[in-house]
């Protein structure tokens, strides 16, 4: 992590997911965000392509990542929201509302029609968050919560299933990162960069 704990990253491919897209140009602009290869300085190096991302309200956005580049190693990272779930068509928010409806009881074809999105999505990404994965998932949001605020970690309660006490961990870190940092940052967001845009197994 880096500066305010708003970045993670994955060693392969070159990418670092952020918590606070707000905060990138001028921590890039101030040289505050380090390569995670060599620890120099990045720098701006342009744009990745921009791609469209489906909201929870069936509108599209266009989302044109910024690019960086180490003025020590010169490899270059793209910095991609947290809210852009990598290779997936819809924003985390909206793989995050499938995942609290499946938690609450719901079928993946309620889910998907409340959602208004295909059924055979929805049920990817529900296969696509459980088992081993989960169980990462659930282990990536307790280790955050643990450095960021641990007294948030006693007040969660068991919940019925596996993929509820994951959310709940979420819940837990997300409080914990807005306890200490800035208060409205986006939930799906943060937990995209907890994950390091892994909310989903990679397809
Ligand atoms: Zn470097």
Do not use: N
């Amino acid at each position: 992590m880096v500066g305010k704990a708003v970045y993670s990253w994955w060693e392969y491919p070159s990418v670092i997911i952020v918590a606070d897209p707000g905060q990138v140009d001028a921590d890039l602009a101030t040289g505050r965000l380090a390569c995670p290869h060599c620890g120099g300085r990045l720098r701006p190096w342009a744009h990745a392509t921009s791609r469209r991302v489906r909201q929870l309200d069936g509108s599209t956005t266009l989302v044109r990542p910024r690019r960086a580049r180490c003025t020590g190693c010169r490899a270059t990272q793209v910095l991609l929201p947290g809210t852009l779930v990598p290779r997936r068509a819809d924003a985390a928010q909206v793989i995050g509302a499938a995942l609290v409806a499946k938690a609450r009881g719901r079928g993946w074809r309620r889910i998907a029609a409340d959602l208004d999105r295909p059924p055979a999505t929805v049920r990817r990404w529900l296969r696509a968050a459980r088992g081993h994965h989960l169980a990462w998932l659930r282990h990536q949001a307790v280790r955050h919560a643990a450095l960021l605020a641990p007294e948030v970690l006693a007040d969660l309660a068991a919940q019925p299933t596996d993929l509820g006490d994951a959310l709940a961990a979420f819940g837990a870190a997300v409080a914990a990162w807005r306890r200490r940092y800035v208060r409205h940052a986006e939930a799906w967001t943060l937990i995209g960069a907890f994950t390091r845009g892994r909310l989903l197994t990679p397809i």
